[in-house]
């Protein structure tokens, strides 16, 4: 049959796969193979489809069979990359273009895919012989900054040695000289050059390059090259010739940039930058006309700008502060005047208070000559601008409070909340997409009543801060900062369904996910009723990590197209980004946090057991970061006080690097001790590339050697009953090593079953396992079964102790110490499941003769869930005690500040409804899931 | 004032003071690299000297950066395009962190977008999309000398906030010509009764 007939009968195979009907494309697959049973294309079209509907099993087998004929044709090849890619095996796509690259090395397309696929896989060694390749073949300039900067790339791998890393810079270095146009002719290549040139610490050539002509335009038009050339000068010591073109460009050219400012300072003392104790007289008469001619400078700048922009009275408060800092100021009442000129300029714009606070930490005199002014200002106010005014003399002076006693801070609190009723009265007209110009009164009312929270630990005032805020989102329903201090005082209150209706009203998408997640998601197991069966918070969970899917599936795309495009300066960026999403604390912080709901939810089987245990041991191999945004939430507390943010942790702390470490640990070695994978067979089941390897730890070091270290630090993260439980579960693990160590069936015979498993999915066995004389279970030990040691007191008082614990608790104002404690008591008994379930198999018990020891973990089982029970019930009870009208009553009379001041009772009762309503929920649920949880395994 | 730099993809991390505001949108990860990976040279941060983030904005006219007087803090996201008399400078998104506000920001960077477009790019108008809903920025625009040159439907997925309808998810397309256009030929006074649909313009 002619090749158009073929493609017409494949085309809708592609139809079909783009539709997403991926059945359809199998169907017509699996009838074009009965006619050409040798295609290759249609069989990777095959394999595309079996992927995406999840068949992995069958389509590995597929997927080996094109490889093995090592195709060159362009349909195939890109059939197969999407194959490859979404089984992730980025290693084999390199190999599968090199073999094509190979067989047709002038087709410049498939080097550059090589190339690209190297590139996908990270692995700039490979992909900068490629490209050198590529370049000597096509003699294109381009190949041969691929090669530059794949050797750059290289060098930035963190395993390589500082040595390789100097050679590699120098080679790069050497390939640049050796380009046959000069790097100036583009700004990325510029830009490429000049970081070459800084990081082997060769100023003077780049101080070189940058003097030319072109490399001045340069940098006058690109953001990048002129921030490297700032680096250059400054390490060239060229200061005062920076502070001279910041200068002009700030009085010729009318540039703002506040980096020019700095410039100009920086060389306004540039005498007195050289470290020495004492200054010489000259150099100190020098710098005291520096400072006379820079403020004269910036008084013309103050002058011509007026109101417009800020930056010429900004610069002088700077100026101030470093003279002072030399010892140069004569005028000991300058600092104070220059504030109340910027305050009486800038005072009524919303950035005022960020623009002045690292100025004002003054000395007692001073500071009492700024409050004195600060408390003349009027504080009536009949217009926006006088309202901004008042807020910022509010703000300015509440940072300074040095310290905070109940009787002043309820007086603030009170006027806040009033001035807020009677500023919400500018802001009537407004469009509902509008925010309050009243609104930071309301924070602040908010900031207070946290204070007044931490400082008598009554919880009234979390109920007047919610209710507050509330009726605040009433009147300004887009104002975010209002919502996310909501949602952190829900949290405390122990009333999450709350906090989460709020996170949810927040328009946070893509990679705000990461960043802002921890809002609603941290520690959230506490708060998850998965057990019962409501998955809302497992949910939630998942879907913040579409991010990273995203992440994994699109950024590769862009460091191609950057690569493409040639913008240099942005694959180390995009690479960075990738990296920092791709291990994001938060991500496995949110990945615990569903595995506890998982298996809260789910029954215990060996699948979980071995799936759970292969994920989390990659994720023990990543070096994380740190993505998390908490400075979005508004901070108004006075410096001498912990912030906003530090004050609303749920269990004051917030989970860590140490924190994700230890839960890791304790996890990976309960479901390793429950499982039968151990390292080789994992090695035969895994299906896409390994993650790279860490290249921080030191040979020799077993991953157990890794899993059963704790150090304290990492343990100072934990609440106190989380430490209790890793106690726990390590004591446990230690108990029962060598019983599960002895009865764990060898190798060969899981790789048996897991062959036998696949060949009865797929119809072909597992490939690359040769299967020997298994026969089940039958295998004979050499050695005697291990003796009977009694438990350790850690694990068998664990759980009285516990309860004992949520006893102290369970009365306190707040429900989320009492609900903590029955989460950790709950995530104990879990871990005790897994450690166990090995032993409930009869035949197990009976071929390894460990009676006694089962006997010894059904009485530890029984206890733990005697206890349980108690906590459930008392869980119960009190959210009974919380949907009563009692309670809303209590919480509207703790409010009653508020309902003076103007705010509706009914609205507060509502409030007071919603709030006593979700604990009820929360806790009526958390109890009723222990309870099903024990009912589950009560059984044998 | 504010401390200009470049915009870096790592800056995703940290925009969420702008980008938590209700009239910016939060593309996927693609949009930002993909801007990023055709025109670095044009995107940029403004941050305060504290080093919070106050805008940030990609436009590809070169000399944003030459002429730094738009020391504010903005979101610009832009791009030139168009064919002949189509050819124009594209602003995809302007917008001003709350507490950053009235502080004439949003002035000043237009002022610099349409002295790019009119001077290096030669274009010959300028445009932008703005929510039919967002009465306060048309205003703006138009006192900037920006007129509604037609309505595109359902250009913006739906706000979600009620009563708004159409207005929320519609879109004006508003222009100002340049000097390139001495007869105004890129507006017409009528622009707002000229109703497109989404699919009609990229």
């Known amino acids: 049959m002619s090749t158009a007939a073929l493609e017409r009968q494949i085309r809708p195979i592609y139809d079909a796969l783009d539709t997403g009907s991926n059945k359809s494309a199998l169907v017509t697959c699996n009838k074009l193979l009965k006619k050409y049973p040798r295609n290759e294309l249609i069989k990777a079209l095959k394999a595309l489809a079996l992927v995406r509907s999840q068949k992995v099993e069958e389509a590995l087998i597929l997927c080996d069979e094109v490889l093995e004929v090592k195709p060159t044709s362009d349909a195939t090849l890109t059939a197969m990359m999407h194959v490859l890619r979404g089984l992730g095996r980025h290693k084999d796509m390199v190999k599968m273009f090199e073999e094509a690259y190979k067989q047709q090395p002038l087709n410049e397309e498939l080097g550059a895919q090589t190339f690209f696929a190297n590139v ?60 046959p146009t000069p790097s100036y002719i583009n700004a990325e290549r510029f830009h490429l050059h000049l970081s070459i040139l800084l990081k082997l610490n060769l100023v003077d050539d780049a101080h070189k390059l940058l003097d030319s002509q072109v490399g001045k335009n340069i940098c006058a038009t690109n953001l990048s090259c002129n921030e490297l050339r700032r680096e250059v000068w400054k390490l060239k010591g060229l200061v005062k010739e920076e502070g001279e073109q910041a200068k002009n460009l700030i009085t010729e050219k009318n540039d703002r940039n506040w980096l020019e400012f700095l410039s100009l300072l920086d060389g306004t003392f540039v005498e007195l930058t050289g470290g020495e104790v004492a200054p010489s007289e000259e150099a100190l008469e020098a710098a005291r006309t520096n400072v006379q001619e820079t403020k004269e400078l910036l008084l013309r700048v103050v002058e011509k700008d007026g109101p417009k922009d800020r930056s010429g009275l900004l610069a002088l408060l700077e100026l101030e502060k470093r003279t002072r800092v030399h010892g140069l100021s004569d005028d000991k009442t300058r600092l104070v005047c220059l504030l109340k000129e910027y305050f009486e300029k800038i005072g009524d714009k919303a950035c005022c208070y960020e623009d002045l606070k690292p100025y004002i930490e003054l000395g007692s005199d001073e500071l009492a000559q700024w409050t004195s002014f600060l408390d003349a200002v009027s504080t009536s106010f009949s217009t926006g601008k006088e309202l901004r005014r008042l807020i910022n003399v509010y703000k300015l002076q509440r940072y300074n409070l040095s310290e905070i006693t109940l009787e002043a801070e309820t007086t603030r609190a009170t006027l806040y909340t009033e001035k807020y009723i009677e500023a919400l009265k500018l802001g009537v007209d407004l469009p509902t997409t509008e925010l309050q110009p009243a609104d930071d009164l309301v924070l602040l009312a908010a900031s207070s009543y946290v204070s007044l929270w931490k400082l008598t630990n009554d919880d009234g005032y979390l109920y007047t801060a919610t209710a507050l805020l509330e009726y605040a989102l009433t009147k300004s329903k887009q104002s975010f900062l209002t919502r996310l201090m909501l949602i952190r005082i829900y949290r405390l209150l122990g009333a999450p369904a709350q906090a989460l209706e709020h996170y949810r009203a927040l328009p946070i998408k893509q990679v705000q996910n990461d960043t802002l997640s921890h809002f609603v998601l941290s520690r959230s197991s506490t708060f998850s009723l998965a057990a019962t069966g409501d998955l809302t918070f497992a949910t939630e969970c998942l879907e913040s990590t579409q991010i990273y899917l995203s992440n994994s599936q699109e950024t590769g795309d862009f460091i191609i197209r950057a690569f493409t495009s040639e913008k240099y300066s942005q694959i180390p960026e995009f690479i960075i980004f990738e990296d920092r999403l791709e291990n994001s604390l938060q991500r496995d912080l949110v990945k615990m946090e569903h595995l506890r709901m998982r298996l809260a939810h789910e029954n215990m089987n060996s699948d979980i057991i071995d799936m759970e245990l292969i994920e ?60 039968d994978l151990d390292d080789t067979v994992e090695e035969k089941l895994l299906i896409g590339d390994r993650p790279k390897q860490r290249v921080d730890l030191a040979s020799g070091v077993t991953l157990r050697d890794r899993l059963i270290v704790q150090p304290e630090e990492d343990l100072e993260e934990l609440t106190q009953d989380e430490a209790l439980l890793v106690e726990f579960a390590s004591a446990l693990a230690d108990w029962l090593e060598v019983y599960h160590d002895y009865t764990r069936p060898p190798p060969a015979i899981v790789l048996a079953e897991a062959s036998k498993q696949t060949e009865l999915k797929t119809g072909h066995p597992l490939k690359g396992i040769e299967i020997t004389s298994a026969n089940g279970n039958g295998h004979k030990k050499d050695e005697e079964s291990p003796a009977f040691v009694e438990p350790p007191e850690v694990v068998t008082s664990f759980f009285e102790d516990i309860k004992a614990r949520f006893d102290e608790v369970k009365d306190a104002n707040s429900p989320v110490e009492a609900l903590h404690l029955a989460a950790v008591a709950q995530e ?86 919603k709030e006593t309503d979700a604990r009820k929920k929360v806790l009526e649920g958390f109890g009723k899931g222990i309870n099903r949880i024990c009912a589950n395994y009560t059984s044998s | ?42 995107c940029c941060v403004q941050e305060a000297p ?38 124009h400078g594209h602003v995809t998104a302007l917008t001003v962190a709350p507490e950053y506000r009235r502080l004439g920001l949003a002035r000043k960077m237009m002022n610099l977008l349409e002295l790019v477009s009119d001077e290096i790019y030669k274009g010959f108008f300028v445009d932008l999309y703005v929510r039919c809903a967002n009465k306060v920025a048309i205003e703006m625009y138009e006192g900037m000398g920006y007129s509604v040159y037609r309505r595109v439907r359902e250009y913006y997925g739906s706000l979600g906030v009620g009563k708004g309808g159409r207005d929320e998810e519609d879109a004006f397309d508003m222009r100002k010509p340049l000097s390139r256009d001495p007869n105004r030929r890129s507006v017409r006074p009528n622009g707002r009764d000229m109703i497109v649909s989404a699919h009609d313009v990229s």
């Open chain 1, 120 to 179: 996908r896989a990270g692995q700039w060694k490979s992909a900068q012989l490629v490209a050198t390749r590529m370049n000597k073949q096509f003699q294109d300039d381009r190949y041969l900054y691929w090669t530059i900067i794949c050797t750059v790339l290289q060098a930035e791998e963190p395993g390589t040695q500082p040595e390789m890393r100097n050679i590699l810079y120098r080679l790069a270095q050497r390939l640049m000289v050796s380009s």
């Open chain 1, 616 to 675: 989390l041991k990659f994720i023990f191999d990543r070096v994380h970061h740190d993505n998390r945004d908490t400075a979005i939430l508004s901070d108004y507390q006075p410096r001498s006080s912990p912030n906003f943010n530090e004050q609303t942790l749920l269990f004051n702390t917030f989970e860590g690097f140490g924190f994700l470490r230890t839960m890791l640990k304790v996890y990976i070695r309960a479901l390793q001790q429950g499982s």
């Open chain 1, 828 to 913: 104990a008994f879990l871990i005790l499941i897994i450690e166990t379930l090995r032993f409930k198999n009869q035949t197990v018990v009976k071929q390894n003769k460990l009676g006694t020891l089962v006997a010894s973990i059904k009485t530890i089982r029984t206890n733990a869930i005697s206890n349980l029970k108690d906590i459930s019930t008392d869980l119960v009870k009190r959210g009974e005690s919380e949907g009563t009208s009692e309670a809303r009553k209590a919480f509207v009379e703790e409010c009653s500040g508020i309902i003076n001041a103007g705010i509706d009772h009914d609205f507060v009762l509502n409030i007071a409804k």
């Open chain 2, 1 to 42: 004032m504010s401390v200009l730099r470049p915009f870096k993809a790592s800056d995703m991390f940290k925009f969420n003071n702008i980008n938590l505001d209700i009239w910016t949108e939060t593309y996927g990860i693609g949009f930002y690299l993909s801007y990023l990976s055709r025109w670095p040279d044009l």
């Open chain 2, 50 to 87: 504290s080093g919070r983030m106050m805008s940030y904005g990609t436009s590809p006219q070169r000399p944003l950066y030459t002429t730094h007087t738009h020391t504010r803090p903005y979101t610009v996201l832009g791009k030139a395009e168009g064919m002949g008399p189509e050819w």
